[in-house]
């Protein structure tokens, strides 16, 4: 199967600092997105992205799909940033079914 | 709109016995699927639901089944737990493919 690794897998940062994560995957995907996951546990859609560059306030996504991979900026973070951060994407002939990277684990500290 | 629901939201059960679990959509989300989050294992792909059929599902053993109903409803069942059925179940509904709505999760532990 498809190969997805996520970097940095932990990341600390103080409030106010900038951030960039990272999704590489080894194939073709389609319908690439990310995930935020509350401490609570809820996962929250942020971006689909499949290509191209996507902005949302503080947060914006780009993804170069012919050298496979996506990233997700954070700028300015604040507490409320905290949290595990996913991408995840269809596989080709598996349109209803996501898979999800392992995760970047943010802490964002005052 | 009112989100994903999903219920209950914590339950603990003993090794042997079976378990329900529900999942209600968005309104106008034909698609319901299944995710299995564990320490170990990451987010894992269980099944998905659509009009009633499944469409496609995981590597997981037949204990775990589920369903979904006309108004778009699904259940999931899991039969003999094992402890290592402790996880946190989520549940996603979607219109089409570029946005997954997902519920709180139910946290299930096994004794």
């Known amino acids: 199967g498809i190969q997805v690794e996520q970097s940095p897998p932990d990341l600390i940062l103080q409030e106010g600092a900038n951030s960039t994560l990272r999704c590489n995957f080894s194939?073709?995907?389609?319908?690439l997105q990310w995930f935020h996951q509350n401490p609570w546990g809820q996962l929250i859609n942020l971006f689909y992205?499949?290509?191209g560059t996507k902005q949302n306030g503080r947060l914006s996504a780009t993804t170069v799909a012919t050298e496979r991979y996506s990233l997700l900026y954070i700028s300015s973070s604040q507490t409320t940033d905290s949290g595990v951060y996913f991408c995840?994407?269809?596989?080709?002939?598996?349109?209803?079914?996501?898979?999800f990277g392992t995760g970047t684990r943010l802490q964002v500290t005052l | 709109k009112a989100g994903v629901t999903q219920t209950p939201r914590y339950l603990i059960k003993t090794r042997g016995q079976q378990v329900t679990l529900s999942c209600s959509p968005i309104?106008?989300?034909?698609?319901v699927s299944w995710y299995q989050q564990t320490p170990g294992q990451g987010l894992q792909f269980l099944f998905e639901?659509?009009?009633?059929?499944?469409?496609n599902k995981g590597n997981f053993p037949g204990r775990f089944s589920g369903r979904q109903f006309s108004n778009s409803r699904s259940e999931m069942n899991v039969s003999t737990l094992e402890l290592g059925d402790s996880a946190l179940y989520l549940c996603?509904?979607?219109?089409?493919?570029?946005?997954?709505?997902f519920g709180s999760g139910t946290r299930l532990t096994v004794v």
């Open positions: 996603a509904s979607s219109f089409d493919m570029s946005g997954y709505t």
């Open positions: 194939d073709s995907v389609n319908n």
């Open positions: 992205i499949p290509s």
């Open positions: 995840a994407f269809h596989s080709t002939g598996t349109a209803s079914k996501l898979t």
């Open positions: 309104s106008g989300h034909r698609s």
């Open positions: 639901y659509f009009s009633e059929t499944q469409r």
